[in-house]
């Protein structure tokens, strides 16, 4: 069994949970790797690149290419980043190269670009990649003022493609001190999203270390089945 990995928003922290969930699931013994079908903002060996982050994170044996294939420079969209660079993909370039990484390992943590409506190619979304591949998806929210609206409406229109959602993860709790939305907000979300909120990340800096964000996620791995 595999997960796929989406947020509310661009920048919520989903890199550095799928990376750390993954180190947690090693950790126990699970055969984890991870997947992420379009990475934008950075090159491909880029270090503060997320196909990098999730290597390092995890732990991972795997080749940076084997854990994200498509990579480019300018901070925009996917599929915007890949056709002002002249790459062409499509869904079955996306799906070809997940079919590969599935080979290396019996998990596999898909963690997607931003939200589930950003465009990855001319024909497919986030969503409609999830929709394909056909895994259960975790959703990464904000702690803070605002996320029930944001993760509602994500839950809907992922349910609106048929997906299975099996939780919210909560992540930069605390970021602003004490917040009265914070304490509230799991219990919203529960209430008017109708999905379980497995638990909350707080906030760890700008640059986190390696050691950091595996401390603050390990606890996931028991909230997660594979």
Known sequence: MSVFITSTDTGVGKTLITGGLAYALRRRGLDVGCWKPLQS???LHDPTGDAKRLQALGELPDPVDRICLHAFFEPLAPRLAAERAGAQLTRRDLLA???EAAQLHRHLLCEGAGGLAVPLTADTTVAELAADLGLPLLIV???GLGTVNHTVLTVRYAESYGLNICGVILSGAGRRGHDIAEAHNPAYIEEYA???????IPWLGD???LETVRAATDFLADSITL
């Open 194 to 200: 109708g999905v379980p909120v497995l638990g909350s």
């Open 97 to 99: 190269h997940h079919r």
């Open 141 to 143: 929210a904000r702690a």
């Open 207 to 209: 640059t986190p270390s």
């Open 41 to 43: 903002g950075e090159l």
